[in-house]
């Protein structure tokens, strides 16, 4: 589980493409892995007026009942559910939650492959158990017919950042069971969502005698298109595999994958405005002007970046012109021009 955590929060690090930040709204995530079985009632829900891609986050009052204690009433104040799981999610349904051990107020829906909380109800484990990456403002180019399947490699962050650099952006993941070994599910749901490619993590695919699953062909050492493997098999994920989805941008206006800064780099930076540049496209305006991992964008064409969700728009509006980029490049103040790319369509 631990290594599903990992892909997952790195595959939400680099759900900004100059655009607001991606995330699952899933109540203490935390309990996923260090909390304690238990069963609970709902008696009551809400609405939260969130969504992320359409799917709605509700809230929930609950009647937890541990294993060997006295039952009790918490409450679950965000939880991400598909449209298709709203009726399992009703008063007196019976629902698998963990519980914080130190905390027992704490309590979390059991978000495990397998859980009766995530019944399947399409026969697709790779449908019914997607996790869906916020919209990040990308402009996609068409998906293929069906996308490639690809072996990941050990390296989560190489094989992300290699795809973020080849501007490929994620849609989102499915973990499943061990007994979910069909590769033509997993593709149906990435035809279904538009991926252009498919990442595996965990557990092999059983694949037709003959046919391998293919190395990430832009991963660090590989030339474009060569095939092979990369490094050792990854390392197992604990409740079967991971697949990760992604799609193909159009060629963007800027090229920078960035994110807000966090606190610390605030008070290193001494300022609370500003990007922190966690990647850049390959062949971006970006790129081509130098800018680098790591380097943080205080300014584009004299405005301040106060607010990261509202780069993408500002961009777009200035799309085309040249402009000046102020960033800090290891404690240094430092200012590139950038030739803009006009709105791909």
Known sequence: MRRTVLLISLLLSVAVLLTGCSGLYYSNPDLQTAGVSARAEILETWETGIKVNDEPVIGLKVRVQPAGGSPYEATIKRVLISQLEIPQFQPGA?????????????????????????VASTGN??????AAAAS?????????????????????????????????????????AKDGSDPRQAVDQGKQIGASLIVVYGEPFDLPAGQTLKALPFHPGFASGEKGTIGSVPRPV?????????????????????????DEEKTRLRRNSGMFVDAVANGSPAAAAGIQEGDVILEID???????????????????KKVRVDLVRLGSPLSVEVQLNEVAR
């Not at 019976?94 to 995530?118: E, F, M, Q, W, Y």
């Not at 990941?152 to 650099?165: N, P, Q, V």
């Not at 079967?240 to 994958?257: I, N």
């Open 238 to 262: 604990e409740k079967g595999r991971v697949v990760a989805y992604w799609a193909k941008a159009r060629p963007p206006v800027f090229g920078v994958y960035g994110r807000p800064l966090k």
């Open 94 to 118: 019976v629902i698998p939650v963990r519980v914080d051990p130190k905390d027992p107020s704490r309590v979390a829906i059991d978000l495990s492959p397998g859980s009766p909380a995530k």
């Open 136 to 176: 990040q403002g990308a402009r996609l180019m068409p998906p293929p017919p069906a996308p490639e399947i690809y072996l990941g490699s050990s390296d989560d962050f190489a094989d992300i950042r290699a795809l973020t650099e080849n501007s490929y952006v994620p849609l989102g993941h499915s973990e499943v």
């Open 125 to 130: 484990p790779y449908h019914d158990y997607f």
């Open 302 to 320: 004299g405005k301040q970046i106060l607010d990261v969700t509202a780069v993408q728009a500002f961009l777009e509006s200035i799309a085309g």
